[in-house]
Each structure stands twice: as C-alpha cells, then as structure tokens.
C-alpha cells in the first residue's frame, strides 16, 4: 500500500447502525501495526473533494463506542451521485494524502463509486485497496441475504403498523401508512411483522414489484371495509401503473423532482394524502387517516435491531481485514448461514456496483396485496431481541336486559 492512512466515508441517507460500520472500521484498522491514521470524510465524497477531514485516529475508544450505539452519520452524508469526473477529483485527493486503503459506507450509488475509484487507482497504478461496505434500510444491494441497516428500519415500520392497528381498532375506519422504498418493497413488507390476531392490520400492504391499479385499490379497500368494519393499509412510496410512472405522479398536479430528476417521493406526505381523498370521495367512507413515515423509519433512536448493530459493527470490522490480508478491492456482503448466523464475503465491485435488488416472487403473496410465510421468516430473526407484543381483552358479553 501507499502508506498507513486510511479514509472511511459515509454516503446516502443515515441509519440507525451506520456508525457502528463506521466505528468498525476505526477500532479494527487500530489492531494493524503499519496503520498511522484513519481518517473520516465529513459528508460523504463531497468532504473528499473539498478535503474536509476528521482523523479520527485521535478519537477515544470509549467515546467510539457511544457513537457506535448513535444513530444517523456521524460523519455527515451527501447525496452527490459522481460521475467519472468527480470521480477523478476524489482520486487526487487520495494521492495527495497518500491514502492506502479507502472505505466507503452506503449503498447503490456509494458502490459504484467505490468502482470507478478502483478503476481509475489501478489506471494510475496506484496501490490504493477500495472496499464499499453495505448499508441501506432498502435493503436493495444485490448478492446480500440483506444490508444493514435494514433491520432497524423493519423494526420501527413491524412496530409502527402495530401501534397504528390497534389504534384503527379502537376507532375504526381506514388508515393508510406510507413507507420508503421506490424500487424495492422489502421495508413495506416489514408492516406484516406487525400483525398479531388474523384480523390485526395491515389488511392489505401494496410493493412496487406489483403494478397498482388504483381500481383494484378501490375494490379491495372496500372489500375490507365491508369485511372487518375497518382497513388498514401499507404502501411503498414507489408504487406505480402499468408504464412504470409513480402513482403519486399520477394523482398529484404538481411534484417535485429530486437532483437526478426522479420524482420526489420521500419527505412529503402527497401520496398518503392523495389515496386517503380517493377512498373519501369514491367510496364515501368518512374516517380515513393517512401518515408518510418519511424519514422517521430511518433512523428512530431507541428502534435498533441488536442483531443489526452486531452485523452492521462486523461488515465495518471484516472490510478491514479484506483490504489487509485481501488482495482485491471489493464489496462486504452478509450471507445467510443456517438458522440463524451469517458469514461475509468479499464480492466484486462489478457484481454489486449501480444495480439494484427487489423483492422475490416468493415474498409476495399471489394476491399482491400480503406477504408470504417464507418473507416472515425470513424477516422475523433480523428484527433482533425484545419486540414488543400487543394483547386484547377476551369477549365475555353480558346479557342484555333492556334492549334484547
């Protein structure tokens, strides 16, 4: 390698683990002789190129820990999407500071980059190691039984439909939650863990991997209605028609559209309230209540999977040992070993980078509108120890005496 420093980095939205991958990353590089600093790169690959950086090597291993255990970036994020320009820049910068080894955390698009700064490193011929290490509640990096990060998240929607079912119990009518995910509806899915009792909610849960037609929306949420006395529903933000355009660009007049043109599905509460008024005016039901998680589902203090923090803690410490006794660059991957553990892998940053992961066929019920058994199996051991559990009174009626 080119010298003892090394940089991590953190890019896209937080997570309620992130830090422990970062942490990871900080304490594992210590037990290595040759390492003289780490240093972290305040939002992102925009710190890199503006050389905002934190050298963490001065940091204590006790105030680590309790980073560890904080949610969100402690290092600040960012959401360029480099090209292969920015890319070159971020590259200088690594040969000025005469960096050895480059880690960067995220998902997708922090992948892909971590790619092209390979790339341009061995073009260069410069010994740089570049390992992306996984994270992303969307759980949407391909070649990983699932991401960190994740599970957190699952945790906080299972419990958040719980919460919201046993309130649309109480006062009955129609409840419509809305979740992240665009392309991939694993953490709309989570909503199922929720469920208790086989009338508890969500009755009917909605992915992008299904065309929705807001027809069939209609006549299911009305056939629920009809069925239970109430309906509540979970739905990805990136549910969309038959051509692929989002439904809330459907509905909606106006919608804003994100740096890289995408609509705006996150941060706004359009498409909760634009199905609620659907199933006000055609199917005149009165009581319809909508909520957008939004970014709450990100990074809820207090929400945490343990078995996500431990594995979020080891995919920072195995990239680590990947870069120094490994011999290429790479992508940490978590594998499913049994029931339950895991293993890691070091997969290649081609086999990773810029593609996306959804939901399997076997995920999903035939119906479209639930989740199979084998997705809450799969799902249940990541949500980790001590969810919590709802219960009901038993029915001992009372015989009338007036209105019998």
Not at 31 to 48: M, S, T
Not at 65 to 86: F, H, M, Q
Not at 139 to 160: C, E, I, K, W, Y
Not at 213 to 231: H, N
């Amino acid at each position: 390698m080119a010298s003892g420093k090394i940089l991590v980095a953190q890019g896209g939205g937080p997570t309620a683990v992130i830090n422990q991958s970062l942490v990871g990353v900080a304490l594992e590089a210590r037990r290595f002789a040759h390492i003289g600093h780490i240093y972290g790169a305040h939002h992102g690959v925009r710190g890199i190129i503006d050389e905002d950086f934190a050298d963490l090597t001065q940091e204590t291993s006790h105030n680590l820990e309790l980073v560890a255990n904080t949610p969100s970036s402690a290092l600040g994020s960012t959401r360029d999407k480099p090209d292969e320009a920015y890319c070159r820049e971020i590259f200088k910068v690594l040969q000025a500071h005469k960096i050895g080894h480059f880690f960067y955390i995220g998902g997708n698009d922090s992948s892909d980059t971590v790619r092209i700064v390979s790339q341009q490193a061995r073009a260069a011929n410069y010994p740089l190691r570049s390992i992306h290490i996984p994270k992303t509640i969307d759980n949407d990096l391909v070649g990983n039984d699932h991401t960190p990060g994740f599970p957190s998240a699952a945790r906080f929607v299972a419990q958040a439909f719980a919460g919201a079912n046993l309130d649309n119990a109480a006062l009955p009518g129609v409840y419509v939650g809305v979740v992240m995910g665009r392309h991939a509806g694993f953490l709309t899915a989570a909503s199922a863990l929720g469920k208790k009792f086989p009338d508890d909610g969500p009755h009917l849960i909605y992915l992008p991997e299904r065309t929705f037609v807001i027809a069939q929306f209609l006549a299911d949420v009305k056939s629920t209605y009809e069925r239970y006395g109430r309906c509540v529903i979970a739905v990805s933000e990136g549910i969309h028609d038959a051509s692929g355009t989002p439904i809330a660009a459907l509905l909606a007049k106006e919608m804003e559209h994100d740096a890289h043109g995408n609509v705006q599905l996150s941060g706004n509460g359009a498409l909760a309230d634009l199905l609620c008024e659907e199933i006000k005016s055609k199917l005149k039901i009165k009581r319809v209540r909508g909520d957008t998680f939004g970014y709450l589902q990100r990074s809820f203090i207090g929400c945490v999977s343990d078995v996500d923090q431990r594995e979020a803690r080891e995919v920072g410490e195995k990239a680590v040992q990947f870069a120094m006794w490994g011999q290429h660059d790479g992508s940490v991957a978590i594998k499913r070993t049994g029931f339950y553990s895991v293993d890691y892998e070091l997969l290649p940053l081609d086999a990773v980078a810029g593609k996306t992961r959804v939901m399997e066929d076997e995920f999903i019920a035939p119906s479209g509108t639930d989740v199979t058994d084998a997705f809450r199996m799969y799902l249940r051991p990541l949500l980790g120890s001590g969810m919590p559990d709802a219960f009901r009174l038993r029915h001992h009626p009372v015989d009338r005496v007036l209105n019998k």
